[in-house]
């Protein structure tokens, strides 16, 4: 199934100066056939992400998102978060536009790569600016049951700071015919011309599984802790994936 090995963490900030909640993910380059929608529904949770005023604590995060393949090496899509603290209050995430360029036939490549561009328009419980911009390179290599995809993502927020380097890395087996399982490390090391110092930065570590449901249903869990105190203390996901 498209895109079933991609994973998403959507609990994590994006800056280690402000805290909330925000979207990871990890591209393969690879997407579907032109004209074809899927749709990916992400559950997550979390307890004590990196704290700054008005950050959601402990809470979910419900995204909704839908992508279309329009041409064999780009796909557009729409991101609508909904966050809910366990406190009780809810509100909206705003939303996020990602354009995606990739080699054509990558899924049938040991080594795929392509760029992503996504604009996010998000209020201070999500990001630090209420405009950003994510520039993301995709490296996706396969070997036999293994493959190793890198993202070492930018993000610019638009008229405040600099822009900060996080970067994520998954590495995955496979162990059954539609089973996989993998880990993956989510980093942020804070803007690229003040780094932040090793206490100060973000360091996620997931153990995932993945399986095909259906040939076009996917489910994808996982359960993450942070190594630093600037990540999130422990974090769960689950995402059901479905293309039409």
């Known amino acids: 199934m498209r895109r079933f090995l991609r994973c998403a963490l959507l609990l994590l900030p994006v800056s280690a100066g402000a805290a909330g909640f925000d979207e990871f993910q990890v591209f393969d380059g ?63 995430g705003g939303f996020k536009l990602r354009n995606s360029f990739v080699v054509p036939g990558a899924g049938d490549r040991p080594l795929a790569y392509g760029f992503d561009i996504e604009l996010h328009h998000q209020s201070y419980r999500f990001a630090p600016a209420d405009w950003a911009v994510t520039l993301r390179p995709i490296l996706d290599l396969r070997h036999g049951p293994w493959q190793l995809i890198l993202n070492p993502a930018v993000e610019v927020p638009l008229g405040r700071d600099g822009p900060t380097f996080a970067p994520a890395v998954r590495g995955v087996r496979q162990v059954a015919d539609r089973v996989w399982i993998g880990l993956e490390h989510y980093m942020e090391f804070g803007r ?46 689950l995402i059901l994936s479905i293309d039409f």
């Open 30 to 92: 690879r997407i579907g056939a032109t004209g074809g929608f899927d749709l990916n529904q992400h559950l997550n949770f979390g307890r004590r992400g990196r704290l700054g005023e008005g950050a959601p604590r402990n809470g979910m995060l419900v995204e909704t998102e839908i992508g279309y393949a329009t041409a064999p090496w780009h796909e557009v899509a729409l991101y609508i978060p909904v966050a809910r603290e366990f406190s009780g209050d809810t509100f909206g």
């Open 192 to 237: 690229i011309d003040r780094p932040e110092a090793p206490r100060g930065q973000a360091h996620q570590l997931f153990v995932t599984a993945d399986l095909r449901v259906m040939e076009k249903v996917g489910l994808h869990v996982g359960l993450g802790h942070g190594l630093t105190h600037a990540s999130d203390r422990w974090a769960g996901k």
